[in-house]
């Protein structure tokens, strides 16, 4: 995406902190806006953010700045992608870049550390491909419903690690699983997979994980994620596209 004002912000160490560090810097940090990402649908606003010897770039996502969507209720968007994240640590495979709710320049909203992805990489071969990076990423969005994964959402780093972004409209109770990524529709899924789902329906139904969905989504989100959940450990495969709902999200990328 391209940001009107500045092209970049210099003298920014986001990439070589460590999870703890960038979220402390996130929810603490003095956030300054530096320009918009203008491609985006609801207000995207890149900016610096610093807190003492730290700083980093970021993208915050003012709940003010939402619009309406006729299926997901309003002014609940950016609390979806701080779910997200929720959901993402606890699975250990660094999907969801740190993300945070906290007031900003524009009131409250989602405020999430920014990572450069790789310009050399291309999107359409990585999409098509089956990359085990993108292996996990499609048990996480058929976890948290997501209905809008594109393959502009997927930022591939240099190192091979592929993180995710752009998830405000995850967790609805309603099967709208809408993806680029269905390439693994129907197999068995990865050992590894089934063990971080298991661990996943473990802190839904009484662990941290469930206490702070419940404090960022309705009781019904919470409860039909926790389903979802139980139905992969159930099948031990990869979901098929819903025959209700368009499989591939418009556009594609």
Same mark, same amino acid.
């Given at each position: ?9 210099s ?12 979220? $402390? ?65 606890v ?22 550390l ?34 809008d994964?594109?393959?502009?959402? %997927?930022l591939?780093?240099?190192? !091979? ?6 998830? !405000? ?8 699983? $809408? ?6 529709? !129907?197999?068995?899924?990865p ?10 329906? $473990? ?5 941290? %994980?469930?206490?702070?969905l419940?404090? %960022? ?6 409860e ?20 209700d709902?368009p ?7």
């Amino acid at each position: 995406m391209t940001a009107e004002g500045e092209a970049s912000i210099s003298d920014v160490d986001g990439p070589g902190l460590d999870d703890a560090a960038a979220m $402390r810097l996130l929810r603490e940090g003095t956030l300054e806006v530096a320009g918009r990402l203008v491609e985006a649908t609801n207000m995207t606003l890149y900016c610096s953010i610093r807190n003492g010897e730290h700083a980093a770039a970021c993208v915050y996502k003012p709940v003010r700045g939402e619009r309406p969507l006729w299926d997901f209720p309003d002014g609940t968007l950016a609390a979806r992608e701080v779910a997200a994240y929720e959901v993402a640590a606890v699975t250990g495979w660094r999907i969801v870049p740190p993300t945070v709710y906290r007031d900003g320049p524009f009131g409250p909203g989602m405020v999430q550390l920014w990572i450069d992805a790789d310009p050399e990489t291309d999107l359409m071969g990585l999409m098509r491909s089956r990359n085990s990076a993108l292996r996990r990423m499609a048990v996480f969005d058929a976890v948290v419903n997501n209905a809008d994964r594109k393959g502009g959402h %997927l930022l591939p780093l240099p190192d !091979g690690h592929v993180y995710g972004v752009d998830h !405000g409209v995850c967790f609805a109770v309603e099967d709208k699983l $809408r993806t680029v990524l269905w390439q693994w529709r !129907g197999k068995t899924l990865p050992r590894e997979a089934v063990n971080v789902l298991v661990r996943l329906e $473990r802190e839904i139904e009484r662990g941290r %994980l469930g206490r702070r969905l419940r404090e %960022l989504l309705t009781q019904a989100e919470v409860e039909a994620t926790w389903e979802r959940v139980k139905r992969l450990v159930a099948t031990g495969v990869h979901p098929h596209p819903s025959e209700d709902w368009p499989a591939i999200p418009w556009p594609p990328i």
